[in-house]
């Protein structure tokens, strides 16, 4: 088990592991809101050049899981974060999270499908807390670029809670 900053020379690996996870948010979230793939090549592209640093968990050699993480002035955000299918429920999620709480100098949030109930919960066994709706479109607009389609549709989880 190794849990490293992704390379450079990792990029189609990340997106992979994005694309392939992210299917379980197929047929859940709002039809507008699924993109097929789900995160392009330049996507991730923009990503990566507003400074979201892309975190590995590396299983026999190999990326099994990603965490983005991006320091956006007072706060630290968890993007992207993603367990290869054939790999999840075997807690490559959590440590990943847990090596990024142990990093993290700032708070941290964390949005996501209000619908993915699962991701939810997941956040909330790691000591994540939803924030009210009010507080949540207060957070998407100031620290995320993100459509309001999906400002509507989306939910935000702080850590420490009562940091936000």
Same mark, same amino acid.
């Given at each position: ?24 948010? %197929? ?7 699924? %993109? ?43 993007? %992207? ?84």
């Amino acid at each position: 088990m190794t849990i490293r900053i992704c390379r450079d020379d990792e990029r189609d690996e990340i997106l992979s592991i994005i694309n392939a996870a992210a299917e379980a948010y %197929h047929g859940v979230i709002s039809a507008d809101c699924w %993109h097929d793939p789900y995160m392009s090549g330049d996507q991730l592209d923009r990503e990566l050049a507003v400074g979201v640093a892309f975190w590995g968990y590396e299983d026999g050699g190999r990326l099994a899981g990603v965490m983005g993480f991006q320091q956006v002035r007072d706060v630290e955000l968890i993007r %992207h974060a993603y367990v290869l299918p054939s790999k999840q429920r075997h807690g490559f999620g959590g440590l990943l999270l847990r090596h990024l709480r142990q990093v993290s100098t700032k708070p941290m949030l964390v949005g996501t499908w209000a619908a993915a109930e699962w991701a939810i919960r997941f956040y909330e066994r790691h000591g994540f807390a939803l924030v009210s709706p009010q507080r949540k479109t207060v957070l998407l607009n100031s620290y995320w670029t993100i459509p309001e389609r999906q400002i509507e549709t989306s939910v935000v989880l702080a850590n420490p809670p009562d940091s936000q």
